[in-house]
């Protein structure tokens, strides 16, 4: 195992529990409390604590609710970790060998290979293999105690030789053979593993993690994979070497972003049936994807495969896919002929069903999410607003339609906790190096993230590279602080999620700054929407559920991931200029980063109708996307010049301004500006209740005056009193850089 699990310190005991998906825990010295073994916390309530603890300096555990106790053996009996415990004493007790440090599998591998003579690599040959393939995956013979087997490596996502599939040779079958014929019936196993005890994984997963297709194929053994990719199969060729009985759910996983797999066993009945099995597994676990299988073209129970496929010269690698293969299960293949060209506000309308109201936050949410599947021109978005109106809300409803393997949503997380994610953390098989894969994901953060890791991530916001190289300091073995370095892989599309009007200026040039609505009408929907849900949950997720608007929204978007699109064209640049350019007399600086947002909503809104802007195998936008576009963009271009959010834009408007212009009228003398009490009162009676003062002094004053829309000064009549003056009167068109 990975640590020392007889030596474990609270830490490795908290990491020991998460393997096993145990990530709710509290500690308190050498003592871990988390959910019991038996179920006895399955009704827990946040913030409690759990009845089972575990002391990491005595080794026992005991539950106050159920009695269960025992020491460390128990504890790993229970998760199925005894036998490597077990294993791991007997290597502790062994004499430490003195000399020369054993060599690598890949060092084994390689002389082995090297050694194999033609005679043995005739093997190979005879079933269809050709030398170029042989000298590609090392292909040879190796001698294991006192017999020689054929040897197949197999190697990591990092390309290192991790065990060696191994096959008993023509001359242990003769053996065999006799030994039956003399009444001795112990064969040799036709099938081995070295290290015996190695871990398996699934085999082509260094060509998987490479490749950008969509469609995957997996096969019943090694040699029927390295003669697929020998005869020209383009898409990524993988197997777990034992046909379905064998293959992980784990290795399932790593399948998870493939939208069409082709599933092509044995002609014999073991295969058909394992094939069966395999997909019905394939399709309960990755629901977006459509699960083929392949017929080869021999009688039934022939026992032929793969290999026979190619060797008889039976068909092409691309009649495998389009004459042998049919769709079995899962998610149904998608034909694009049966979109429509879609609005912006046929997209509201479909989002509408769970997110009412809010227009632009929502559409703008939409569009963002789509740029995920552009190869640069994905989005980042801060949704900004006073807690409760909805931010979290919108963003994690959108997120439902899209492929649920290509959303990562944060609550809260340190940068060191985002680097060593297991979930984005990848090996790149040509350094070695450590990277974040963010490429066409999309990133959620339903908190303000650590500042540290905000910073750490603006310049992929900033789309400067790429790679973006990282170094964080991790502990040693032996305690030392150690640098880790590798690099971040983009570009994801970015949500961030803040109730903070105090937007750093980095973040508002780098995202989209939009808020929910916060009208009488939204309230009221949102109650009745709340009590709907609330009220029969299950009624409320099976409507959900069979909404056709939303189905198809979800199958163009599998469609649209399918196109791994690289580049979006503009069809008339003068126009989009144009458009962009209405109704502004000065531009400042940071419009150049709004016009990059622009064109990216442009992008996004053509992508989704990417069945009509095909032109010559490329999409391209056009002035009917850019006008759909204008429809949410006039909503946020006036707010976007000052750096915040449309709340903030909206409350100096309509209860600063507003009491400003009251009050001017009612004196009809000439007005300074106006007290919080006169904020108050004109929030009052346009909404009909009172504002949150605390939020009004410690978030919206702070945000207008760095926007320079509001100065503050004391009341010259009453001196307890602040005074805040309009700087600049929108209503009245005399803001110069509108």
């Known amino acids: 195992m990975a640590n020392n699990i007889t030596n474990m310190k609270p830490d490795d005991f908290i990491m020991y529990l998460a393997k096993h998906g145990i990530t709710d825990v509290k500690q308190r010295g050498d003592e871990v409390s988390f959910p019991c073994i038996n179920g006895c916390d399955d009704d827990h309530r946040g913030g409690e604590e ?3 603890s575990y002391n990491c300096a005595k080794s026992v555990f005991f539950c106050l609710k159920c009695g269960e106790k025992g ?41 082995a290979y090297s050694k194999t003579s033609e005679q043995d690599r005739q093997y190979f040959i005879n079933r269809g293999i050709n030398k170029d393939s042989i000298d590609r995956f090392l292909l040879g013979t190796i001698k294991i105690g006192n017999h020689k087997r054929y040897m197949i490596p197999v190697f990591d996502k990092t390309g290192h030789v991790v065990c060696i599939k191994l096959r008993r040779t023509e001359e242990d079958e003769k053996a065999d053979f006799l030994a039956k014929t003399m009444g001795k019936d112990n064969p040799t196993p036709k099938y081995m593993v070295y290290p015996t005890g190695a871990s398996l994984i699934l085999v082509g997963e260094d060509q998987l993690v490479k ?11 090694e040699l029927d994979r390295i003669i697929a990719i020998q005869n020209k199969v383009e898409m990524p060729v993988v197997t777990g070497g034992g046909g379905a009985q064998t293959f992980k759910d784990e290795w399932i996983d790593q399948l998870a972003n493939m939208r069409n797999i082709y599933i092509c066993f044995d002609r014999d009945e073991a295969g058909e049936s394992g094939a069966e099995k395999l997909a019905q597994r394939l399709a309960a676990r990755i629901p977006t994807a459509s699960i083929y299988l392949i017929t080869l073209p021999f009688e039934k129970n022939s026992h032929s495969d793969l290999t026979d496929y190619f060797k008889q010269k039976c068909g092409t690698a691309e009649e495998l896919f389009t004459k042998y293969a049919k769709f079995h299960c899962g998610a149904k293949p998608i034909d694009p002929s049966q979109f429509k060209e879609l609005t912006v506000d046929d997209i ?37 607003g006073d807690s409760g109106s909805g931010k979290s809300h919108d963003v994690i409803e959108t997120a439902k339609l899209f492929p649920p393997q290509d959303v990562l949503i944060y609550g809260k997380t340190t940068p060191t906790a985002f680097y060593y994610s297991d979930k984005l953390k990848k090996t790149d098989s040509e350094t070695g190096q450590t990277y974040m894969d963010l490429e066409r994901r999309i990133m959620v ?6 500042t540290q890791l905000q910073e750490n991530l603006r310049a992929l916001l900033s789309h400067d590279a790429k790679k973006i190289p990282f170094a964080i300091t991790n502990k ?17 599309s970015t949500f961030f999620c803040s109730a903070n009007m105090r937007i750093d200026e980095q973040e508002q040039t780098r995202c989209l700054i939009i808020s929910p609505d916060t009208s009488k009408e939204k309230v009221i929907a949102g109650v009745d929407a709340s009590i709907d849900k609330n009220s029969n949950r299950e009624a409320y997720d099976e409507r959900i559920a069979r909404d056709e608007a939303r189905n198809q929204l979800k199958e163009r978007i599998l469609y649209i991931k399918s196109l791994r699109v690289k580049t979006i064209d503009i069809s008339d640049s ?31 809104m053509a992508l989704i109708n990417a069945p009509f802007r095909t032109v010559d195998g490329k999409i391209v936008a056009t002035n009917k996307d850019v006008d759909e576009v204008m429809k949410i963009w006039s909503k946020l271009s006036k707010s976007m010049i000052y750096g915040i959010s449309p709340q903030a834009y909206d409350f100096y408007r309509d209860f600063i301004l507003g009491a400003y212009f009251d009050k001017k009228a009612r004196t ?3 007005v300074k500006g106006v007290t919080l009490d006169e904020i108050r009162r004109r929030y009052y009676e346009q909404t009909g209740s009172y504002p949150n003062m605390e939020n009004v002094r410690k978030q919206y004053i702070p945000a207008l005056q760095c926007a320079a829309l509001i100065s503050c000064d004391k009341d010259e009549d009453d001196k307890r009193q602040k005074l805040i003056i309009p700087l600049v009167d929108i209503n009245d068109g005399l803001d110069k850089n509108a």
Do not use: W
């Not at 305690?479 to 994801?492: H, M």
């Not at 458009?579 to 150049?592: D, I």
């Open 50 to 52: 759990f009845h089972m």
């Open 574 to 604: 003068e126009y989009l200029r144009a458009r962009f350019m209405e109704n502004r007399r000065a531009l400042r600086p940071k419009a150049q980063r709004e016009i990059s947002h622009f064109i990216s909503l442009v992008k996004a």
């Open 71 to 111: 020491n460390l053996a128990t504890l790993l009996k229970y998760f199925g970790d005894y036998k490597d415990f077990v294993a791991e004493q007997k290597e502790s007790k062994k004499p430490v060998k003195t000399g020369r440090k054993p060599a690598s599998l890949d060092t084994i591998v390689f002389n």
């Open 445 to 450: 953060f339903t908190e303000q993230p650590d």
């Open 211 to 221: 490749s950008t297709s969509s469609d995957v194929l997996v096969c019943e053994g």
């Open 668 to 670: 009809n003398t000439p």
């Open 476 to 492: 040693s073995k032996n305690g030392k602080n150690v640098a880790v370095e590798g690099y971040i892989l983009g570009f994801p």
């Open 348 to 384: 509201a309308d479909v989002l509408n069903a769970t997110i009412k109201y809010d227009y632009v936050a929502k559409t703008v949410v939409f569009l963002a999410m789509n740029s995920t599947y552009t190869e640069s021109d994905q989005l980042n978005v801060m949704l900004n």
